[in-house]
């Protein structure tokens, strides 16, 4: 398929185990987005990749959590330790990054749900 | 920051009713705008968007928005909703010099055959 492919779909952990969420962008795809939706929440920003750099790290919520890029295609997010409250779907999103900003829409997978037990 | 504020939490309607969702941002400058379906056990994808022109945009499956810069606003509408459009809506704003995307939390849409 041609799509945004993550990797676990479903992923439980007992408290205080480390977790590995994979996401394979749409080829080409510069830019790729990692978000967070917790039950009753919106789509939390987590971190922002532009080829295999992270200019945008602003949304990881503790330094627990932690993304790295290669090749300018598969991301994976970490989390070390998991807590409860981490709890939630994993979302990635990867789109076309032309120059001068973010008009381009994102195509997102079918996400990580992750729960913390 | 930005922020973007989705209104209506869960909305139920019957077929047919004609359908409104509100979306309203805190960015002051050029903005691109986005609304997102996420129906039942499939991911997001992507309605329609604004980036420049016509504020009335017109996106899939007979859904539009208008872009109301004086309001910081960008509803959704459909003038006739079907038992289909069960979904979750998502309103998200992108700044125009900018890479990272602000998601609404969501509106829950339920539609009554």
């Known amino acids: 398929g041609a799509g945004v492919s993550q990797s676990p779909s479903n992923k439980v952990t007992e408290k205080g185990k480390d977790v590995e969420l994979r996401c394979d962008p749409i080829?080409?795809?510069?830019?790729l987005y990692w978000y967070r939706q917790s039950l009753g929440q919106g789509l939390e920003f987590l971190i922002y990749f532009q080829g295999n750099s992270a200019p945008d790290k602003s949304g990881l919520p503790s330094d627990r959590f932690s993304a790295e890029r290669t090749g300018g295609s598969v991301s994976t997010l970490t989390i070390q330790r998991t807590q409860q409250e981490d709890s939630a779907v994993y979302l990635c999103?990867?789109?076309?990054?032309?120059?001068?900003?973010?008009?381009?829409?994102?195509?997102f997978g079918d996400g990580t749900r992750l729960s913390i037990l | 920051a930005q922020s973007v504020s989705q209104h209506n939490h869960h909305v139920i309607l019957s077929e047919a009713a004609s359908l409104e969702l509100g979306c309203n941002y805190s960015?002051?400058?050029?903005?691109?705008l986005f609304w997102y379906v996420q129906y039942p056990g499939q991911h997001l994808q992507l309605l329609l968007k604004y980036f420049s022109g016509d504020p009335l945009v017109k996106g899939i499956k007979g859904f539009e928005a208008e872009f109301i810069k004086s309001k910081f606003s960008f509803n959704l509408r459909k003038p006739s909703v079907q038992w289909s459009d069960t979904a979750e809506y998502f309103c998200a704003v992108n700044a125009g010099t900018g890479n990272q995307f602000y998601f609404g939390t969501g509106t829950s849409l339920t539609v009554i055959p």
């Open positions: 080829s080409g795809h510069t830019a």
């Open positions: 999103a990867s789109s076309l990054l032309p120059p001068g900003g973010g008009n381009q829409p994102q195509h």
């Open positions: 960015y002051g400058g050029t903005v691109n």
